[in-house]
C-alpha cells in the first residue's frame, strides 16, 4: 500500500454533459448548470473534510509524532476545480507504513506509560490513546469514502432537491471515477 499522497476519490462532470444538459435537458443555462455543480460539489467538500480531520484526531495513534498533523495537511491539499472533486489522502512520513501494520491493542493506550521521542524529548511518557485504531489508513479510506458519499447524496438533495426533472438530468451525468 502506497501512502504517498494522491487523489483517492474523484466524483466530476463531464464539460460534454453538462452542455447536454444546458442544452436540450433544462431550461437552465450553461452557466447556471455549471454553479449548481460547483456548488454541490465545494458543498460536499467543506462538508466531508472536517469530518475526515475529526476522525484522524480520533483514531490515528498519538504516539506516532507528526503523523496526524502530516494527514491532515495532505487532506487539506483536496480541492474543486473544473467541475472535479479531488479528495487527497497520504502521507510523506516514512514510518506511516510501520504504524499501519500495527494492531489496536498496539497502539491504543490508557494511561500507560510508554517511550516514546515527542519534539526533541526522548523518555518515558504517559501514553493516553483509548480511540486509536491498527491499520488507521485503510479504515481512513474506508471512512472517507463513506462520509463523501453521504456528503455528495447531502449537497445534491440540498441544491437539487425541488429542481424535478432538470435534478435528474444533472444527478444522473456525476461521475465517481475511484469508487
Not at 499522497?5 to 452557466?31: C, E, M, P, R
Not at 456548488?39 to 504516539?63: A, C, G, Y
Request: glycine residues 6%.
Amino acid at each position: 500500500m502506497s501512502f504517498a499522497t494522491k487523489t483517492h476519490y474523484t466524483i466530476g462532470f463531464h464539460k460534454s454533459d453538462l452542455t447536454f444538459v444546458a442544452g436540450q435537458q433544462t431550461k437552465l443555462s450553461y452557466n447556471q448548470v455549471k454553479q449548481v455543480i460547483d456548488n454541490i460539489l465545494d458543498e460536499t467538500l467543506s462538508l466531508t473534510v472536517p469530518e475526515i480531520e475529526e476522525w484522524i484526531e480520533d483514531n490515528v495513534p498519538m504516539r506516532t509524532g507528526k503523523l496526524r498533523r502530516d494527514l491532515r495537511l495532505e487532506l487539506s491539499s483536496s480541492f474543486v476545480s473544473k467541475m472535479l472533486l479531488r479528495l487527497k489522502l497520504g502521507t510523506h512520513i516514512t514510518y506511516a507504513e510501520f504504524v499501519e501494520e500495527m494492531s489496536t491493542s498496539m497502539v491504543a493506550h490508557t494511561n500507560q506509560w510508554g517511550y516514546a521521542y515527542y519534539g526533541g524529548y526522548h523518555g518515558k511518557v504517559l501514553l493516553n490513546d483509548p480511540d486509536a485504531i491498527g491499520k488507521f489508513f485503510t479504515e481512513m479510506i474506508k471512512y472517507s469514502k463513506e462520509r463523501l458519499e453521504v456528503n455528495f447524496a447531502k449537497a445534491k438533495a440540498m441544491y437539487l432537491g425541488a429542481a424535478g426533472g432538470a435534478a435528474r438530468s444533472i444527478e444522473r451525468k456525476f461521475k465517481w471515477v475511484n469508487k
